[in-house]
């Protein structure tokens, strides 16, 4: 399982996020391997942030699973817009 370092970092950085709560999202990124900026990443962010409406941390999140090759699993809606993008969206109730 790969995600990207925005993710990691929207993930741990939640505000007042509970001890509890920061240990079991740790765990579960320590078994994931963590994919860090690169240029290609950077050049396909600026694309997708020209084209779409996606802030910059998500139009990264979807460059990079685009660079890589992966599946996109999501509840956001706004990852459709994005060609070329392998995505899962999930119905979360």
Known sequence: MAV??????????KYCIPTSEKQIISAFL???HIIEMNARIKAMSIDIK???RL???????AA????????????DKD???IPN???LLMNIL
């Open 4 to 13: 990207s370092y925005i993710t990691e970092m929207e993930a741990l950085g």
């Open 30 to 32: 320590n078994r994931c």
């Open 50 to 52: 020209q084209c779409t």
């Open 55 to 61: 802030k910059l941390p998500d139009a990264i999140v």
């Open 64 to 75: 990079t699973a685009i660079e890589y090759k992966l599946l996109l699993v999501t509840a």
């Open 79 to 81: 990852f459709e817009k």
């Open 85 to 87: 993008l392998n995505l």
